[in-house]
């Protein structure tokens, strides 16, 4: 059984994608090179339309996920923003209050 078949390298490719894992990561975690993850993973086998289509919906969902969780964190800073200028304007009213 070649190791590096067309499902083999699919795995791989999902894998990496669906837990945006990068090459370095994945090379740290199994103990091979960075290279020769990236040969084993440009290895072009004939991939089926049924194979590429698994990938792109793989990039689209982590996309999608990416986006969101871009959206909630600006959400959070703005809220976050809006609060910190309200007590800084609380204080700076407060302190004014006080010096008459």
Do not use: W
């Amino acid at each position: 059984m070649n190791p590096y078949s067309d499902g083999h390298v699919l795995r791989i490719r999902l894998f990496r994608i669906k837990h945006g894992i990068t090459l370095r990561e994945l090379s740290a975690q199994s103990g091979i090179t960075v290279q020769r993850i990236n040969c084993i993973e440009r290895m072009e086998f004939s991939l089926t339309p049924r194979s590429r289509e698994r990938i792109l919906c793989a990039l689209e969902t982590i996309l999608h996920s990416r986006i969101q969780n871009t959206a909630i964190a600006l959400r959070d800073f703005q809220c976050e923003r809006e609060r910190l200028f309200d007590v800084v304007m609380e204080k700076a009213e407060g302190g004014q209050d006080a010096a008459k």
